[in-house]
């Protein structure tokens, strides 16, 4: 932890969880309830901030990123309800930083040239304002939090993600939602016109 009053150690949950179970050490499993008990307010008032060292005091998708992972693995080790619940809260308050658009960028730009694609992708924060694949850490847990709870949403999510961080790259394109259905393609002589409605 970087700074005190902040979430900065909320991932360690996830971390405690993980050494309760490989070491069969029930103590590691009581920290990480005790901490999910401290962090659960910054999730249940919609301002997690800590994570990044480069924007320490103001919420990220980062934040949002380990309360998911935290609060999911806390859930699938206990079964305890209110952590299923602060992960929804979680991954609801992550989608505030997905974009739901694509951006129409000039053909005469390197990034209109690729027909480069903003849905899917994350902002990294208010302050530092950029668009990140960042969010894939925790595809695993958006597609467990939708097993757990039957919200397709999740899974949605989680695939629009994915397909978001492999359509920006202008030597891949993905060729449908499921995972590995990815083909070697020549973007860059593609028109924006051709690929418009994929993503």
């Given at each position: 932890m970087t700074e005190r009053g902040s979430a900065a150690g909320m991932l360690w949950i996830a971390a405690l969880v993980e050494g309760a179970g490989l070491l069969d050490d029930p103590g590691l499993l009581a920290t990480a309830r005790r901490a999910g008990d401290h962090y659960a307010g910054f999730v249940e008032d919609a301002f997690i901030?800590?994570?990044?060292?480069?924007?320490?005091?103001?919420?990220?998708?980062?934040?949002a990123y380990n309360a998911l992972i935290a609060y999911v693995a806390l859930h699938e080790a206990d079964g305890d309800g209110r952590w299923l619940r602060l992960a929804q809260q979680a991954a609801d308050w992550m989608m505030t930083?997905?974009?739901?658009?694509?951006?129409?960028?000039?053909?005469?730009?390197?990034?209109?040239?690729?027909?480069?694609?903003?849905?899917?992708?994350?902002?990294?924060?208010?302050?530092?304002?950029?668009?990140?694949?960042?969010?894939?850490?925790?595809?695993?847990?958006?597609?467990?939090?939708?097993?757990?709870?039957?919200?397709?949403?999740?899974?949605?999510?989680?695939?629009?993600?994915?397909?978001a961080s492999c359509s920006s790259s202008p030597a891949w394109t993905a060729t449908s939602t499921r995972a590995g259905a990815w083909s070697r393609s020549a973007t860059t002589r593609r028109t924006a016109s051709s690929r418009r409605g994929r993503c």
């Amino acid at each position: 932890m970087t700074e005190r009053g902040s979430a900065a150690g909320m991932l360690w949950i996830a971390a405690l969880v993980e050494g309760a179970g490989l070491l069969d050490d029930p103590g590691l499993l009581a920290t990480a309830r005790r901490a999910g008990d401290h962090y659960a307010g910054f999730v249940e008032d919609a301002f997690i901030y800590g994570a990044p060292e480069d924007v320490h005091l103001a919420p990220t998708s980062e934040d949002a990123y380990n309360a998911l992972i935290a609060y999911v693995a806390l859930h699938e080790a206990d079964g305890d309800g209110r952590w299923l619940r602060l992960a929804q809260q979680a991954a609801d308050w992550m989608m505030t930083f997905r974009w739901t658009y694509n951006v129409a960028f000039d053909p005469r730009t390197l990034l209109g040239r690729y027909d480069f694609r903003s849905r899917g992708a994350d902002q990294a924060s208010p302050s530092n304002q950029h668009l990140h694949a960042y969010g894939l850490i925790c595809l695993g847990e958006l597609a467990r939090l939708w097993r757990l709870t039957g919200d397709d949403h999740y899974v949605q999510r989680a695939r629009t993600t994915s397909t978001a961080s492999c359509s920006s790259s202008p030597a891949w394109t993905a060729t449908s939602t499921r995972a590995g259905a990815w083909s070697r393609s020549a973007t860059t002589r593609r028109t924006a016109s051709s690929r418009r409605g994929r993503c």
